[in-house]
C-alpha cells in the first residue's frame, strides 16, 4: 500500500513543481529526480529482501512521468539525478 501512496504522492510533486517552475525540464527534472532517488533508497532500506517493490513504484512513476510530458530529455534527467539521489 505504501508503494501506492508513493506513485500518487510522487506523481502530484510532478505536477505541483512542473507548475512551480513554469515548466523549465532543467530545474523540474533535478527536483523530481533527488525527491525519486529519496524515495528508492528509503524503500531499499525499509525492505531490503525485496527490492522489487520499490524498483516498480519508481518504473511506474516513471513511464507515467515519460507518457504525460513527453520528454526524453527529462526523462533522462530525471533517471540521471534520481542515481544521485
Known sequence: MEHVIAIG?????????????????RLTSTLVGLWEGFVLSHF????????????????TRFVIDLLLVNSPVRFALTGAWTLVG
Open 9 to 25: 504522492v510522487g506523481l502530484a510533486l510532478r505536477a505541483v513543481i512542473d507548475i512551480l517552475t513554469d515548466s523549465d525540464y
Open 44 to 59: 531499499l532500506h525499509k525492505n531490503p529482501r525485496n527490492p522489487n517493490d520499490a524498483y516498480l513504484a519508481l518504473a
